[in-house]
Structures are given as C-alpha cells and as structure tokens.
C-alpha cells in the first residue's frame, strides 16, 4: 500500500492539477474572497482546538491538568513522558500485542465485508432478477438496526450453532477467537458499504456496460475487467472509513472476544483505572490509538479523493 | 556454583515444607477427615499450609478458571499476583478479564449461554437478577463454612438469596467517610467532629472564614447520582438506625416515608446550602456536574475543607499526595447522630459468583473465601487501595493508613454495618430513578417531588 | 497464540474467504440463459444477504416480538410497552432532543463539511486542512466525549478555569457558564460534539464528489458568466446532489443510533436524553429488554421517511 506506483503518481498529480487551464482553481478563485479563507481558516481553528488541548493535555503531569488549563502550557511549559510511558508500559501485557490484534482484527474485517459488499451492489445496479429494489431497500432500512439488539441473538449462535457446527466462541474456538470479530463486523459494516457502492455504482454510465454486454461479456467478467478498476478508488475510500469503524470499535471486541483478542480499544478503555481516576491517562491513550488511523488516512488520501472522483463521473 | 548453591538451598527448603506440613497433616487427620487423598499438588508445600480444604478437589493441574471482573487496570495486578499461590497448590489457572462495561456485558454473557466461571459481582442486586436467570450455582459446603468463619453474618446475607447461598464475601470498601487535609485543619485550630452536631458547627466556624467547607461532585456519566445516593442512606443510618434502613431497602416501608424526607433534608442542609458549598468549584448546582473524582480535589488548595466519600476515592489524589493522619489528606469517620445506633458504616463489596461447578471452579472459590486469600491479597497490593471484611485479615498486612483504618472499621465489634442500598434495589431504583432524582434534587427539585418520583418507579 | 500464529489465521481466513466467492463467481459464471442470469443474481447478491438475514433481520424481528412482552421476558402485554414510551411524562423531552439532534447534525455537518471543502479545494495546503478536519473522525465518540467534557469545563467565575470555553468567557470579563447544565441549551452543546465528529465524513465524501464535477460544465458556466455564490449555488450543489443526500441519510441515521455522547457527558440527566440512549439504558441498566426493544422500534419507524425518501431519489436517477 505504501509503495507507489509511479502510473498511478503520475494519474494523482493530474488529478491534482489538471492540463493547462485548472479551471476549477478559478471557480475557487471567484468564490474565495478574503471572508471565504477566514471562513476557512476559523472552521479549521475551531475544529482543531479541543483535538490540540488533548494532546497537549497528554504531556502534563496529573496534579497540572486538573489545577489549570492546558493553555497555560504557553507560558509555563511543563512536559513530561510519563503519561505515554504509563500507558505503552503500563501492564504486564505488551502493548504490541494489543496493537497486533487490532491489525489482525481489523484488515479481514475490512477487506471482506467490502468484497461482499461490492458484489452485491453490482447485481443491485447492474442485474434484473425477482425482488431486486425491495431487497435492496430492506438491505438499507436494516441500517438502523442498533448493534446492541444484536448481541445476544448473535452470540446465542455463536455459542451453540444449530446443526452442531463448530461453536466460534468460547475456549475451543477455531482460529483463536478471531471468526466472531471478522464474522460480526462484516454482518455490521455490510448495509451501509451497500448502500454507498450502490449509490456510486449507479452513476458509472451505462452504455460502458451494455457496449460490453453486447461483446459478449459476461457478468463475472464485466465486474472483474470493468468494475473493480472503475470502482477501485470508490471501494478504497469507504475502506478507510471502515478500517476507522472497526479500528475504533470497543463493543464488538469485548463482546465476541476474549482476552486474547482484545485489540488496542479494549486496553485503552481500561486505562482510567477502576474508578475512573487515572483518567488523565486517557489522552496519551488516544494519542496513541490515533497513529495508525491518521497514517491509514494520510498514506491513502490522494487514492480516496481520486477514488471517488472516477465513480462519480458521468456519462 | 551458583545454580548449586541454590539447588541445596531449595532441598533444604523443601526438607523443612514437608516437615511443617507433615506436623499440619498429622493434626488435621487426628481430626479423622480421610477424605483428604493427599494428591493435590499443594501436598507437602510451607505456603499451601492453611488451604488444607483445597485437598477436597484433588489434583487440577493444568485446569483454567475464567474470572471475570469490574476491576481493570492498575488494580487487577493485585488480584492476579494474589492467585499465585492457588496455582501453586491446586495446579488449576485462573484467567483474569477486566472490563468497564462488566455490568452490561455480563448480562449479555449469561443471557447468550456464554457466561464466565466467575465473576466479581459488586451489587448483591445485581446477584439476584442473575440468580434469576438460573445460571448462578450455589457456593459448595467449603466456602459456606468459610464464610461462616471469617465472615459475618449479615455479609452472608448479602450473598444469598432467597435463603439459598451464593456468593462469598471478597472485597469490601467503607464509605463512611470524610476526607480532609490534617494539615488544614491543625493550621487553623480546627478539631476533629466527634458527633453530627460538632460537625455542623465546625462546617459554620468554616463558613465564617469564607471557605465554603464542604465539596461535592456526582458526576459519573451513566451512573451520576451514586455518591448523592450514598449520603442519603448514610444519613438515614444515623437518622433513622439500621432497622429502618432495612425496612426502606427491602421496600417495607415506601420510599417516601417521611423518616426517609427528614434524612434527605439534613443532607439538604449540608450539600443545598450555599454557605457551605460547593468549596473551589462554584454553587450548589456544579455539584451535578463536577466529576466524583474531582470533587474532593480543591481540599488540596484549601478552597474547600471537607469531602464525604469512600475510602476508594484514596486513589484520586494525585501522586505524590500524602494520604495519612498528619498528612496532605486523611479522612474521618462521618460521626454519628446519636448513640441509640452504635456505630453504623456503610460500605460497599464484591462477592464471588460461580457459573460452574466443576472442581476447580468451587476449589478457587473455596480459595478466595479464606483468611490465606484475604492477607495474600493485602500483601500482593503493595500501594494499598483495597480492604475486605474478612475477619482473618490480618491489619497489619494492609499498606496504606486509610486502608488500616477501613480494616479497622469493618472488624470493629462496635460497628453496625449495612451494605449500600442502592445497590441492593432493583435496577429501575437502585441504578435508575434513584440516581436521576438525586441529580434532579441537587438542581433543585424539592425533597418531596424527588422521593414521590421515586417511590412511584418501585417495580411492583 | 503468537503474533505470527495470528497473522497466519488471518491470512487463511482470507484466503479461504477469497477461494470461496471465486468458486461460486467460477461455477455461475457460464450461465447466459433467463435463468441463469438469476442464478448469478444470487451468487452476487446472497452471501451478503445471507449474512444479513443471520445478523440483523433476526435479531430485529426478534427484538420486535420481544417488544410486546413485558420485562420478565415472560408475559405477553401487547402494546403496553409502546404506550410507555408514548406517555412516559419525559418522553416529550426525550422526542424534542431526539428532534433537535436528527436535524441539527446532519444540516450542520454537512454544510459546514461542503462549504469547507469548497475552500480549500485545491488550495496549497488543502490535504493538510483536510486531515484537521477528519481528524475528530479517528477519535472514538467515547473520546471524543471526553474531550468536550474537557472543553466544557464549569468552575465559578472567581475560580481558576481548566476549560476552554469557560477560560475564554472569563477572558471576555463575561460570567461562566454552566454548559452541560443549564436546560435546553446543553442539549446544543452535546450536539456540537457529534458535529464535530462528522463533520469530517460529510466534507471527505463531498470533496471527492466535487473534484468529480467535470471541468468541461465549470468552464461553460464560467464562461457564461456565473462565479463566485452563483456558481455554487447553481453548478456545484445539483452536480453533487446525489453525494449529498447520501452524506445527509448517513448522518442521519448516525445519529438516530448514537447514545455514547448522551451516556458519557451527561447519563441522560439535565433533560439533555435521547431516544437511542433511553434504549441503551432500559436494554442494558434496567434490564426491561421488552421496553427497550420497543424504543428500538421506534426508532426504527422514525428512519423510515428517510428509506422513503432515498427509495424516490433512486428512482429518479433511473428514470433519467
């Protein structure tokens, strides 16, 4: 993911700056007035502060933090480590561990449920077949299910499955424990990827697929040759937001999992202490927690930005 | 040489165990209890001497527990490091997991027929809606007779239900307290209350300073309320005596009733009145708001004097604070109204709920209801933070003085100890109503509206 | 396990899921005839709908029967529970929050998400403005709850304030203000935090929608003459309509699910409840899941404008 390929490179750096005349600068120019970059640069403030006061918040000591504002760091700069090296460091159980099972929690939850997900949005936008809009509205309404009321059911069946499959839970499950997390968080993430690949799928101009249809192309093959490359970026950038979903996640993790699966959010979740007083650990704890997101995010914006722009063009 | 050395060490160590428990063997068997096969792994161990009734469940070796627990982090270390000595003589392994979300996930466990083998549960409430479900399994004869022993009765109660019971006793916390600064008040000449009365007039003497003398917060997010829910049934202790705080929990006499008004109004006295606080923060509404565990903070600046709360809040002060009887912060007993009721403490505690009965499940619940656990457990918490009402605690063994003086208090013949009630109601009351009412009363609802709402959400 | 021993189970599970889908694609794939186009339907469609079924219609339609039952789980009482949730004397206030927050943060995110991706679009720093903004998204709402309580700080005019919000009202010689506290405004300030949060997901969404714009409708219209608001008032809203009902249903339904800010800034005290967390606390702390799962319901009817509304959209779309 990381290593770039320089056709794709060079793709994003036009995308960036198309041709001779970028013709959307002057849009901006002609809407931007020196109001419209304040606009912009106090909605960045804004947004950004409270985010700055935790992370300068995460180098005080304890007895600062509650006896003044972080704002104060300014005038009276007091840094210490001790807070980062109270939660890498804290417990008898390597942090790395836990940051390993969020890694192996969250890429086959988030490459799997996309798969699936692409799959049927195809057929939703591109098949005819018996109940194809009410599945797809029923598929969308189904979003609003709350994952609470999910629990149990799920579990139930996890735990004891019908027709004496393999139990995925508890002391004897398969893969260490790791099926309930994947299994689950695909179950979660899939109305809503259906949903958005559905809408950007729509707007891929037909003809594309029926001048294909009538080469002689199948299905299978206009969803492999066509599809994927033309969705590809689409199908990246709701990735991320998943990675973020189930990345952030806490209830899925300590419901279906065990202590040996508990990913990075569970251990976070305890830093505070029993009665909440060591809750001051909690901005380190979220610092650290952010690092693999932000560079998910980062490493991957130019390919999201890209990514949407393809799907949504039209015909 | 060095491997050697040690090696001879460890014979002659092993030499004088099997001496020792050879001497505790002949006495216990004398007794004519041969039942004991002698195959448990603790067998000829110095440091399995005491947990003789562990030789009922045989050898376990390699046998795992799943303990699951409302403990977590920095506090479950204690508890893991405690169970070394389980393994040491049983074989078996228990497996600790801790999470803020027990009480709900637990729920969720049991309901979807995956629960743990034991859990910590902290509210004899919550106990009864899980006996209710069926899947709670009665304590074996072991700790029965271990709680008989080293606990007392009305502990016992708490984990039984319907005559039937449970759960052993683990920890326990006092929260009849009321945290101060020693060094504040010998600055300014300010003694000790004795009885509520010294107490109020102290708090007036405060108030003239301009100090308001009093500081308060229940803020707890999902839970704010508890810690008003605490002074009220502290003060209807007092008030009101044990009997009648027997009566209101049970629900034998309305929750309304007026003894019950009369406590809350002499809380009313102290947390609504704005003479008297809300020291360093602001007036009587920011108690609603302020977190409990920053509540008593502005003591450490002298902007408030007095703090009613647990002996836990102890790990809220910040490091490097001095928690000791001359000390930055110490806390005394919250004095009584009368002498017609003893010494009343209020005071929470956890108890150990089996969901199996194999072997070693009931083996490591035999375990955890001796006196061998309890002062294993007050060694293996090097910075203190927990306490139990075992009476075979040996005080000595307790690290910090706040914990001394919590130990103190639960084996004092004198007290008269009730567990907190709102965590013996049911749920609508106990972690609903009750709680929203009290955070509605400190905003200003009257007494009477806050305690007729409650009464009326009592679940028939 | 070991760190390696779980990657390997990963890969498998991977792998395995891939061999899978590639053997259903295979054996459905030389199918042309009527028929055959409906078997490749469902080799398409049914693993995602299979898992559905499994993972949410039956715990929804079981969550519906159990909302006719009282809270033993035991005793049929029909409608009872919906009547609670009805007359309950805080309901009102519960619906009028519910209300507040299903209209303010998906206009407020949105709009504040499109207007800002207008301007930085393709200025110098725009990834770097970007990343601000998402990043609230990266945070937990847990976290992020935190972090306003921080923000939100109450200490007394006279004291020393440790929250923002309060220390600049002091700074303006103004009184502090108890934010959290004082009806019906703290429901505006809870509100801000989830604004807060998704406001980073509406502007990703609609910045790639309008990077997507073709340049050749912006030049025509330029050279027509439009600019500035006009401009966007006319070119670039209706080209990322479709984006934009998807930002605003997802949000929307975000919303309608989220109690975390609720339960962690205020335990539903102060009149600031909501009906999602009124469920999270009957299904969960009250333990009357016949109740709960009424308000589930609820909650349910309560999106179905919204599925309504889409499903016209779509169909506008495929009518053109």
Redesign the interface.
């Known amino acids: 993911m990381t290593a770039t390929n320089p056709d794709v490179a060079e793709l994003g750096a036009q995308g960036a700056a198309p041709g001779p005349e970028p013709v959307s600068t002057s849009a901006r120019k002609a809407l931007s007035s020196p109001w419209a970059s304040l606009a912009a640069i106090v909605i960045a403030v804004v947004w950004t502060i409270p985010t700055l006061g935790l992370f300068i918040t995460s180098f005080r000591p304890e007895s600062d933090i509650t006896s003044s504002g972080w704002w104060t760091f300014f005038t009276n700069p007091t840094v210490t480590w001790s807070n980062y090296d109270e939660v890498l460091h804290g417990s008898d159980t390597n942090l790395v561990t836990y940051f390993v099972n969020s890694l192996v929690i969250t890429i086959p939850a988030v490459i799997i449920p996309i798969s699936l997900a692409t799959l049927a949005a195809y057929a939703f936008v591109w098949m005819k077949f018996p109940g194809r809009d009410f599945l797809f509205v029923a598929i969308f309404a189904l979003q609003i299910v709350p994952i609470q009321v999910t629990l149990i059911p799920l579990l139930k069946l996890y735990v004891h499955p019908p027709l004496n499959l393999v139990p995925l839970a508890g002391p004897d499950a398969p893969g260490g424990g790791f099926y309930t997390l994947w299994l689950s968080h695909t179950i979660f993430a899939l109305p809503l990827a259906i949903y958005l690949l559905h809408n950007f799928m729509s707007q891929i101009p037909g003809e594309l697929i029926e001048s294909a249809r009538v080469d002689g192309a199948g299905h299978v093959q206009i969803f492999t040759r066509i599809m994927l490359p033309l969705m590809a970026p689409a199908i990246a950038a709701f990735g991320i937001l998943q990675f973020l979903w189930v990345w952030n996640d806490l209830l899925v993790a300590i419901t279906f999992g065990g202590p040996n699966t508990f990913p990075l959010t569970a251990r976070l979740a305890e830093l505070s202490g029993t009665r909440g007083s060591d809750w001051f650990l909690l901005s380190a704890g979220a610092f650290v927690a952010l690092v693999v997101p932000l560079i998910v995010f980062v490493s991957l914006q130019r390919y999201f930005v890209r990514g949407l722009l393809a799907g949504s063009v039209k015909g | 040489m060095r491997s050697r050395n040690t090696r001879r060490g460890l014979a002659v160590a092993a030499a004088l165990a099997t001496g020792l428990v050879l001497a505790g063997c002949a006495s216990s068997d004398s007794g004519g209890g041969d039942a004991v096969s002698g195959t448990w792994p603790g067998d000829g161990k110095a440091e399995c001497k005491g947990l003789e009734q562990l030789a009922d469940f045989g050898d376990l070796s390699g046998k795992e527990i799943s303990v699951y627990t409302s403990i977590v982090a920095p506090e479950d270390k204690p508890h893991i490091d405690s169970w070394k000595l389980f393994t040491t003589c049983t074989g078996a392994t228990p497996k600790y997991e801790g999470s803020k979300e027990f009480e709900t996930q637990l729920k969720v466990r049991v309901q979807a027929g995956n629960p743990p083998d034991i859990a910590y549960v902290p509210q004899p409430g919550l106990l009864q809606t899980l006996v209710g479900t069926g899947k709670v399994v009665e304590a074996p004869s072991q700790v029965s007779d271990n709680t008989d022993k080293w606990f007392g009765e009305d502990w016992k109660a708490y984990g039984s239900v319907d005559g039937k019971f449970y759960a052993a006793p683990l920890g326990a916390n006092v929260k009849s307290f009321v945290w101060y600064s020693p060094k504040m008040f010998s600055d300014n000449g300010w003694d000790v209350p004795k009885t509520w009365d010294d107490m109020l007039a102290l708090s007036d003497k405060i108030a003239a300073t301009g100090i308001k003398p009093w500081c308060a917060g229940i803020e707890s997010g999902e839970a704010t309320g508890w810690p008003a829910t605490d002074w009220l049934e502290d003060v209807l202790l007092r008030s009101a005596g044990p009997d009648v705080y027997d009566q209101w929990v049970s629900h034998d006499i309305p929750f309304n009733d007026p003894k019950v008004a009369d406590a809350l109004d002499e809380v009313g006295g102290i947390l609504k009145n704005d003479k008297y606080v809300n020291g360093g923060i602001g007036d009587v509404s920011s108690i609603a708001t302020t977190a409990f565990q920053d509540g008593g903070l502005p003591i450490l600046d002298g902007k408030c004097a007095m703090h009613r709360q647990a002996s836990f809040y102890a790990a809220n002060w910040p490091e490097g604070t001095d928690v000791s009887e001359n000390g930055d912060v110490f806390a005394f007993y919250l004095p009584t109204m009368s002498e017609e009721f003893g010494n009343p403490v209020l005071g929470g505690g956890e108890f150990v709920t089996a969901f199996s009965d194999r072997p070693e499940v009931q083996a490591f619940q035999t375990y955890l209801s001796t006196d061998v656990w309890a002062n294993e457990k007050a060694k293996a918490s090097p910075n203190g933070g927990w306490v139990s009402a075992n009476k075979g605690l040996d005080i000595n063994n307790l690290a910090s003085p706040i914990d001394q003086l919590s130990g103190e208090i639960l084996q004092d013949p004198n007290a008269v100890f009730r567990f907190d009630g709102s965590d013996q109601m049911p749920a609508e009351v106990g972690a609903g109503s009750f709680w929203k009412e009290m955070t509605n009363w400190i905003t200003g609802e009257s007494t009477k509206d806050a305690l007729d709402n409650i009464e009326s959400s009592w679940p028939s | 396990?070991s760190?390696g021993?779980?990657?390997a189970?990963?890969f498998?599970?991977?792998a395995l899921?891939?061999v899978v889908?590639a053997v259903i694609?295979?054996l459905?794939?030389?199918m042309?005839s009527r028929t055959g186009?409906?078997v490749?339907?469902?080799a398409?469609?049914l693993?995602?709908?299979a898992?559905?079924l499994?993972?949410?219609?039956?715990?929804?339609v079981?969550?519906i029967y159990q909302s006719l039952f009282d809270?033993t789980g035991s005793n049929f009482i029909g409608l009872d529970n919906y009547k609670t949730v009805f007359t309950d004397s805080e309901q009102l206030t519960v619906l009028r929050n519910t209300a507040a927050w299903v209209i303010l943060v998906p206009l407020f995110s949105t709009a504040?998400g499109l207007?800002?991706a207008?301007?930085?679009?393709?200025?110098r720093f725009e990834?770097f403005?970007?990343?601000?903004?998402?990043?609230?998204?990266?945070?937990?709402l847990?976290?992020a709850s935190?972090?306003?309580?921080?923000?939100y700080d109450?200490?007394?005019s006279s004291?020393?304030?440790?929250?923002?919000a309060n220390?600049v009202l002091k700074g303006l010689g103004l009184d502090?203000y108890?934010f959290?506290?004082n009806d019906p405004w703290n429901t505006l300030f809870l509100i801000i935090v989830l604004i807060?949060v998704q406001?980073g997901?509406a502007m990703?969404?609609l910045?790639?929608?309008i990077?997507?714009?073709?340049?050749d409708i912006?030049?025509a219209a330029?050279l027509d003459g439009v600019?500035?608001?006009k401009?966007?008032r006319y070119i670039t809203i209706p080209s990322i309509r479709?984006?934009l009902i998807?930002v605003l249903?997802?949000i929307c339904?975000t919303t309608?699910?989220a109690f975390d800010i609720v339960?962690?800034?205020?335990?539903?005290?102060?009149n600031t409840s909501v009906l999602?967390y009124q469920?999270?606390?009957e299904?969960?702390?009250?333990?009357?899941q016949g109740l709960?799962?009424a308000i589930?319901t609820v909650?349910?009817l309560l999106?179905?404008p919204i599925?309504v509304y889409?499903?016209r959209q779509?169909r506008k779309?495929?009518a053109r």
Do not use: C, H
């Open positions: 396990m760190t021993e779980k990657f189970q990963m498998i599970a991977i899921f891939f889908v694609l295979l459905t794939q030389r042309r186009e409906v490749q339907a469902a398409f469609v693993p995602a709908v898992l559905i499994l993972g949410l219609l039956y715990p929804a079981t969550s809270q504040i207007i800002y207008v301007l930085v679009d393709r200025s990834k403005a970007r990343a601000l903004i998402f990043l609230p998204m990266a945070i937990s847990v976290g935190i972090i306003w309580k921080f923000v109450y200490k007394d004291q020393t304030q440790i929250g923002i220390a502090t108890k959290i506290l807060w406001t997901f990703t969404i910045s790639a929608s990077k997507a714009i073709p340049d912006v030049e330029r600019g500035g608001v401009m966007f479709p984006a998807v249903t997802t339904i309608l699910k339960r962690t800034m205020t335990g539903g005290n102060f999602s469920f999270y606390r299904y969960f702390i009250s333990t009357n709960a799962t589930a909650i349910f999106v179905m599925v889409n499903v779509m779309l495929e």
